[in-house]
């Protein structure tokens, strides 16, 4: 099968990997001052997980879990928003599945629904608009979140019922971009990192220009990787070539999808519906200038922000992570999933306490997938 057989080629991937080690070598990283690569992207994490990456790759090359799963980074208080709005009596609330179980202060949504709330999972927005369509009595809302990836579809979601005119469709906009936060882990002063595995999805909305700014003012190289245990091996093989070369560049491994200027067509219908928030809350990291977007307001209309007197237009309600979840550390590097003393414990995919592990993107899901890590549990006296 052309351009999946070929990344999932054992010869290719042994090659890959041999010229890593040599590198790795050449610029004299080690187990104790090892290089540090961030990959940006939840689907990378898993890739590196699932196909054992991290075990094949050499001691002195070390793994970053970035903020990419947005579902992992959705603060509580976000959550707690969105059963307010599903125990309204009037609303179908729609969400994506993986939102489901992501826990707020009170309760999930998932919770809620057993509780007896109308919340409904869908597969795309378009199903969203079709229940307004088909129940005009009632008010469907839209948990719209997700990075660059998925904001053109909601976007255009928005422009056709302005278009249609359905006054009972609205977006909970909770969607957020992956530049901004980049600079923020950049900004760390506690951050170690010397180079990115940059996020192909992303890549394919918005290109190569957004992350210019990691190579020209920070001096670290990135690289945009596909989803296949070759394009990642060779990802991080092109960051070493950087670094041993003394460059800092944004490169483009991911050729084959990701075009350098982005999807023109997704672009002009983001910039029309949407516009940047003066800051966002991200759950573990806090607030980041310029990371959210907001409906524009000549489509205050489809904005249930603004319909119904929740979320940044009331202000800002910061939730604390609770006692001992170590979701903010696992996502800014400062520490692996199994390191949290929940991990495991009191945080598993059955019963999650932190969104990390709840997302099929989240690094902490992966690592109790993949990892062959389990803690142990202490016998019951």
């Given at each position: 099968m052309k351009y999946t057989d070929e990344f999932r080629d054992p010869a290719a991937a042994k090659a890959v990997l041999a010229e890593i080690e040599r590198l790795v070598g050449v610029i004299g990283a080690t187990a104790d001052a090892p290089i540090y690569i961030m990959e940006i992207c939840g689907g990378h994490t898993?890739?590196?997980?699932r196909y054992g990456l991290d075990k094949l790759t050499p001691t002195g090359l070390e793994f970053i879990h970035g903020p990419g799963c947005p579902v992992c980074v959705l603060p509580m208080s976000r959550v707690d928003e969105c059963v307010e709005l599903a125990e309204r009596p009037d609303v179908i609330f729609t969400t994506f599945g993986d939102a489901m179980r992501v826990p707020g202060t009170r309760?999930?949504?998932?919770?809620?629904?057993?509780?007896?709330?109308?919340?409904?999972?869908v597969y795309s927005p378009l199903d969203a608009l079709e229940l307004a369509r088909r129940h005009p009595d009632r008010e469907i809302v839209f948990f719209a979140l997700g990075f660059e990836t998925t904001t053109p579809s909601t976007a255009l979601c928005v422009q056709q019922a302005a278009a249609e005119g359905l006054s009972n469709f609205s977006l909970f906009c909770n969607h957020i971009t992956v530049p901004p936060p980049i600079k923020a882990l950049l900004d760390d002063p506690h951050m170690k990192l010397d180079g990115f595995v940059g996020p192909g999805h992303v890549s394919m909305v918005i290109g190569l220009e957004p992350y210019e700014f990691?190579?020209?003012?920070?001096?670290?190289?990135?690289?945009v990787a596909g989803f296949e245990p070759v394009d990642l091996l060779q990802s991080v093989?092109?960051?070493?070539?950087?670094?041993r070369d003394g460059r800092a560049e944004v490169e483009n491994q991911y050729a084959r999808i990701v075009p350098a200027a982005g999807n023109p067509v997704s672009?002009?219908?983001c910039e029309d519906v949407y516009e940047p928030r003066e800051k966002f809350e991200w759950r573990g990291l806090g607030e980041i200038d310029k990371s959210g977007l907001k409906i524009r307001e000549k489509y205050a209309a489809f904005d249930a922000e603004r319909k119904f007197g929740i979320g940044y237009s009331k202000g800002n309600r910061q939730t604390p992570e609770p006692e001992d979840c170590g979701c903010g550390d696992v996502?800014?590097?400062?520490?692996k999933p199994h390191q949290c003393p929940q991990f495991g414990k009191g945080c598993t995919p059955e019963q999650p306490l932190g969104a990390l592990m709840v997302s099929s993107e989240g690094a902490c899901a992966a690592y109790y997938q993949y990892g062959g890590i389990r803690p142990e549990v202490e016998p019951a006296a």
């Open positions: 898993h890739a590196i997980f309760k999930s949504l998932l919770q809620a629904k057993a509780d007896g709330c109308d919340i409904r999972m990691i190579a020209r003012d920070y001096q670290k190289p990135i690289v093989l092109m960051v070493l070539q950087q670094i672009i002009a219908a996502m800014t590097g400062r520490i």
